[in-house]
């Protein structure tokens, strides 16, 4: 059995060593991306992303997505908006966010992991995105027959085309902006507990150098207070 294998090894070897050039040559030959992946290019090449290529360079999301596309651990999904799903914006909608809401807005279309279209159907909703997750980061994706639906609770859209698609990187055209509540709707106020502000403003005044960060020390002080209480109640009325 060895020398049998040893025989067909020496005749693998013997024939890789007497036709290198061939064999070296096809790999070679085979066509691949030359060098590292550049999402810019893509989209130039879909060719009507005129806007979303403009926010990416501005915001310098390209620079940082090309960065990560050169690590082949990182995996990538974009939804690009076509330049129509910018021109159907409310008039003014874009000038109307500074620079880091242009930031989030384009964070907000790219995912951090890569879906086939198949994948889409088994896809775990809220999807996490560049932008992060959360309540108001929210963006789910459905299937319903062949349409693939996006919501975020502001807009509702479908996938309409791949622009792209590898195994790191895939890019889907999608003909609405999609709109983050995060951005275009209010923050909810976030008042104070009526109770805390008394103790809170006494103590800023015993030292007026003291940093505004203590309110949650202080709060927690309040709340122990008021559950010592109770439990003074309680036992109160069980000793009765
Ligand atoms: C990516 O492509 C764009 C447009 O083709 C080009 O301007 C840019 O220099 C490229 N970036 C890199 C890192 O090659
Ligand atoms: C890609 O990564 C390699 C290896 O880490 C590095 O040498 C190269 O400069 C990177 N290229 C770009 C365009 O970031
Ligand atoms: C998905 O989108 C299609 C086409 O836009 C629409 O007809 C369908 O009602 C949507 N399905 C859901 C569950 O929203
Ligand atoms: C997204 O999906 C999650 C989980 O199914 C659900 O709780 C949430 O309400 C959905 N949000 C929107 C905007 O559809
Ligand atoms: C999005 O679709 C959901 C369910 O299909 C609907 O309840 C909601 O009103 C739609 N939202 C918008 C902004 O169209």
């Known amino acids: 059995m060895v020398p049998q294998f040893m025989f067909l090894f020496s005749l693998i070897l013997s024939f890789l060593l007497h036709c290198p050039p061939t064999l070296a040559q096809s790999p070679a ?16 090449k879909g060719g009507q992303f005129s806007v979303f290529i403009r926010l990416f360079k501005a915001t310098r999301e390209d620079v940082t997505l090309n960065g990560q596309l050169n690590n082949t651990n990182n995996a ?11 021109s159907s914006l409310k008039s003014g909608t874009l000038n109307s966010l500074n620079d880091q809401e242009k930031a989030e ?4 279309h790219i995912i951090p992991q890569y879906l086939s279209s198949s994948q889409f159907q088994t896809v775990s909703n809220p999807l ?17 027959g062949n349409s693939v639906n996006i919501t975020t609770g502001l807009t ?16 889907y055209q999608v003909d ?17 507990p009526a109770p805390e502000k008394p103790k809170k403003r006494s103590k800023a005044a015993e030292s007026p150098d003291a940093p505004e960060d203590n309110s949650g020390a202080v709060s927690l002080t309040v709340l122990n207070d008021v559950v ?13």
Do not use: H, M, W
């Open 128 to 144: 996490t995105t560049q932008a992060g997750s959360g309540g108001r980061l929210e963006l789910n994706v459905t299937t319903t």
């Open 76 to 86: 990538i999904t974009i939804f690009a908006p076509s330049d129509n799903a910018f």
């Open 105 to 108: 807005l384009v964070q907000f």
């Open 156 to 171: 509702n859209t479908s996938v309409s085309g791949t622009i792209y698609t590898d195994n790191q990187l895939a890019v």
């Open 29 to 44: 030959a085979a066509p691949g991306p030359p060098g590292p992946t550049n999402v810019t290019k893509i989209l130039e």
């Open 228 to 240: 010592f209480f109770g439990v003074g109640i309680v036992a109160a009325i069980f000793s009765l």
């Open 176 to 192: 609405k902006v999609l709109l983050p509540v995060d951005i275009f709707t209010p923050k909810p106020p976030t008042p104070a």
